[in-house]
């Protein structure tokens, strides 16, 4: 018999229309758990039906983590679903190549801090009621390596909304261990996302420089490659389930021995 890590636990996971956040999406619902997917995305939709087609249960919730009144929706929404929440995955992030401090935009740093950080808060508040009275939980959020253990010239902002992340993340864990609620924060190395190459290509960087550039990056980790989401999604469902149930406030740190030189 396959025992389910995550049996009838109710999962809500923030920007889980690509990348890192669907990549958990599939992997908690293979492990029981009935999922929630929010994203500023549409299509969040798509990953959600893809669980629903193999069986899973799984509903979308469009909104931006930044704004309360969606933070407070996509809460609702799981709980209007499922009665309960006993998973948050705090994932929505953004990135953006700001340059170096004096020529980072304001307007840059606010949209950054605010989906990276802020977000991380709202959505945290209004699941921690819902959470104490299903009597416990796991909350993981997604900070990076960026921002804990290596600096990164020309993603200051994202680096400090990150850092602040970590922060977050060590409170919450001291504020909530007496209701079992734990918290902890994942902290992805350089990973195959879209995140990054988007941003590299709108600021006129070509194809041919990103391939290079993306090369020459993954020979200066000691593993040798880039990881992937699904590998970061193993790391989250550890915090998320009782194999860590006496993990708490921890950055665990997934990046192929990067931080270590």
Partial sequence: EIVMKLKDKVALIT??????????????????????????????EETAQEIRASGGNAVFVQGDVSVASDAQKMVDTANESYGSINILHNNAGILRICGDLSKTEESDWDRIVDINLKGVFLVSKYVIPVMKASGGG?????????GWTVGMAGLAAYCASKAGVVGLTKCMALELAEYDIRVNCVCPGTIDTTLYPTQFLKHGGTRDELDAGQKALAATIPQGRYGTSAEIAQAVLYLASEESSYVNGQALVVDGGFSNQ
């Avoid at 958990?24 to 299509?43: P, R, W, Y």
Wanted: hydrophobic share 45%; aromatic share 2%.
């Fill in 15 to 44: 920007g889980s229309a690509t990348g890192i956040g669907r990549s958990t999406a599939l992997l908690f619902s293979k492990e029981g758990a009935k999922v929630v997917l929010a994203d500023i995305s549409q299509d969040g």
């Fill in 138 to 146: 796991s909350i993981v959020n997604t900070a990076s390596m960026a």
